[in-house]
């Protein structure tokens, strides 16, 4: 089972990741890029490094709150839909046990 539980939230986090990472860069490249660029010319030149530390500051605390946030909500699903296996498996064995118990005339 605990196999079965890491390697389940191990997909899960991996969809989430790459879910948000595409949603986060889709969503604040374009702006980030323009921004960079506005921010160059407007300090006299194009200057590489510099566009590419503007882009990669406006776009590391979007990155970062996005996936951890992916990240939990995926982590919430999965422990939720585990938890409910185990008690659902934990209540049938019970009421099996029961049951076999019942039918050879234990109580």
């Known amino acids: 089972m605990k196999d079965r539980v890491a390697e389940g939230l191990r997909e899960r986090v991996e969809s989430a990741v ?5 949603e986060s860069v889709r969503e604040r490249v374009a702006g980030a ?18 566009v590419a530390e503007t882009i990669r500051l406006h776009i590391h605390d979007e990155l970062r709150r996005n996936l951890g946030e992916g990240i939990r909500e995926r982590v919430r699903e999965h422990v939720r839909e585990r938890l409910g296996e185990a008690v659902r498996e934990a209540v049938t ?9 019942q039918s050879i005339g234990v109580h």
């Open 93 to 101: 064995e019970s009421l099996a046990e029961r049951t076999g118990a």
């Open 18 to 22: 790459r879910e948000r990472l595409e």
């Open 33 to 50: 890029i323009r921004a960079a660029l506005a921010e160059s010319a407007a300090l006299g030149g194009l200057e590489p490094e510099s």
